[in-house]
């Protein structure tokens, strides 16, 4: 095991505050119709970059083809939990350069196996072995599931099902208070970053999320379609800056977009 590999690759995600702010742009791996912002993935990557981003979160394709924007962020392969040869995808990453390996999982599925806790289990120790560090997104439930698990307490219970298997950052929902957001990090005992979901049409209201999350216990956003399908992602990436290390309230992030 390296874990001097993960912690010297946890510094290039998380800057010197202990957050970050990562772009997660691995949508085109699974959507079903072209995204506008991930046509032209480069150009959107330097822009994001430019705006202050700490890291990509990009499957292999597009982390191949724009190698040259990322500049000195972080990148975080995203794979498919599912696949049949997990342990080549940490070879993929580390043959890549990436900074960290990615994948999905979905506690208290309906049915046994389909959590994916085995596949994840074991990408876990392959990336520990390759001292890489390790992000997983719990969906409890799936992504089917009801409100009981959006709760801050089913949130929560996945958050450490996710850390329990070996990942050594939580991509996660914000639940919606500071004080949901504390049960969340008070029980995982790694990062949790939030994610950013659908395109807000409110951007006070989002950037006041990212404010609450943090204050809540969150270690940083790993955000995508709020900021790539955004008008300017470099202000918006700024904006989202502000409050995920600067401590900016909504509307006072809200000031880098005007």
Not at 160 to 182: D, N, S
Not at 231 to 250: K, L
Request: overall charge neutral; charged content about 20%.
């Amino acid at each position: 095991m390296s874990q001097a590999g993960v912690i010297r690759r946890m510094r290039r995600i998380f800057k010197e505050d202990g957050r970050a702010v990562i772009v997660a742009m691995d949508h085109g791996s699974f959507m079903d119709k072209p995204l506008p912002g991930l046509d032209d993935a480069a150009a959107t990557i330097r822009k994001a970059a430019a705006g202050g981003a700490d890291a990509f979160l990009v499957p292999v394709g597009t982390a191949v083809a724009a190698i040259e924007a990322f500049g000195d962020a972080g990148v975080i392969l995203s794979v498919n939990s599912a696949s049949p040869a997990l342990e080549k995808q940490v070879e993929t990453a580390l043959a890549i350069g990436a900074d960290g390996i990615k994948c999905m999982l979905y506690p208290f599925a309906a049915r046994p196996g389909e959590d994916l806790a085995g596949a994840v289990g074991f990408l876990a120790a392959e990336a520990r072995r390759a001292g890489l560090p390790f992000m997983v997104e719990p969906i409890p439930g799936g992504w089917a599931a009801g409100p009981d698990m959006r709760t801050a307490e089913a949130v929560a219970a996945g958050a450490r099902v996710a850390a329990e298997l070996g990942a050594t950052m939580v991509k996660t929902f914000y639940p919606g208070t500071p004080a949901g957001m504390r049960t969340v990090a008070g029980n995982t005992p790694v990062p949790v970053l939030v994610l950013g979901g659908e395109k807000a049409g409110d951007e006070r209201a989002l950037l006041t999320a990212v404010k609450e999350a943090l204050d809540g216990g969150a270690r940083g956003v790993a955000m995508g379609r709020n900021i790539w399908q955004h008008e300017d992602p470099r202000r918006m990436v700024a904006a989202v800056a502000a409050g995920g290390h600067g401590g900016a309230t909504g509307g006072q992030a809200l000031n880098e977009l005007r």
